[in-house]
């Protein structure tokens, strides 16, 4: 079936370092992806999407780009801040539900 | 911005009770859900409603479960006799489902605690 895998956690980087988070997906057909990021204490937020291969998502400094030939979604950032610090699901679109990935902490140090 | 609204932030039921999640999803909205998370795990989809029925379930949407769009507001979960095992944080989501826009928009979730 349709799944999502992503990198362990957690992951802990000092402040301005470049971030990679990655997620492979298994699919029949082209899903929409995207990726969702869970502050401390609170609910699911859309970080960003790509909807057909080759689209790139993008939002607060964050990028994604929707790679068809190695099935991957892999998340980057050039410069993290403390207050990226979060937990961060891959997902992909099934039949109009997500399947999430299984969520990797990033840590960010001052 | 419009947002999804999720009652109570925190549940707290003894085990054989039932409890009653609400929800209020974006108002133009056509799509609902409801995921939960246990603590510490990933996000697992558990129902998807459209039109005024469901239109897929997952395998733990068993018979306990249901959910009801009572009014053109309100989306709620029913769980009918809580098990130690349903304590999880439960979101409820929605979508446009129009224009080929089916990005899911997620509430702050309701912490469900079974005693």
């Known amino acids: 079936g349709n799944s999502v895998t992503q990198m362990e956690g957690p992951v802990t980087l000092s402040e301005e370092a470049f971030l990679t988070i990655n997620c492979t997906y298994t699919?029949?057909?082209?899903?929409?992806l995207f990726w969702y990021v869970q502050y401390p204490g609170e609910g699911l937020q859309l970080l960003l999407k790509a909807t057909k291969a080759d689209d790139k998502g993008s939002n607060k400094g964050f990028e994604a780009t929707y790679r068809k030939e190695t099935t991957s979604f892999h998340l980057e950032k050039g410069s993290v801040q403390v207050s990226d610090s979060a937990v961060y699901f891959c997902?992909?679109?099934?039949?109009?539900?997500?399947?999430f990935g299984s969520g990797t902490r990033l840590l960010v140090r001052p | 911005e419009p947002e999804v609204t999720q009652t109570p932030s925190h549940q707290v039921t003894q085990m054989g009770q039932e409890v009653i999640l609400r929800c209020v999803p974006i108002?133009?909205?056509?799509?609902f859900y409801w995921y939960r998370q246990i603590l510490g795990q990933k996000v697992e989809f558990l129902v998807s409603f459209y039109n005024n029925e469901i239109s897929e379930k997952s395998e733990i949407f068993d018979d306990q479960f249901s959910v009801e769009r009572p009014d053109g507001s309100n989306f709620t979960l029913k769980i009918r006799s809580t098990k130690l095992e349903d304590s999880a944080m439960y979101f409820c989501?929605?979508?446009?489902?129009?224009?080929?826009?089916?990005?899911?928009?997620f509430g702050p979730g309701t912490r469900l605690t079974v005693t």
């Open positions: 108002s133009n909205h056509l799509y």
């Open positions: 699919a029949t057909g082209y899903p929409s």
């Open positions: 989501a929605s979508s446009p489902g129009t224009g080929g826009t089916y990005e899911q928009y």
């Open positions: 997902a992909q679109d099934s039949s109009y539900k997500l399947i």
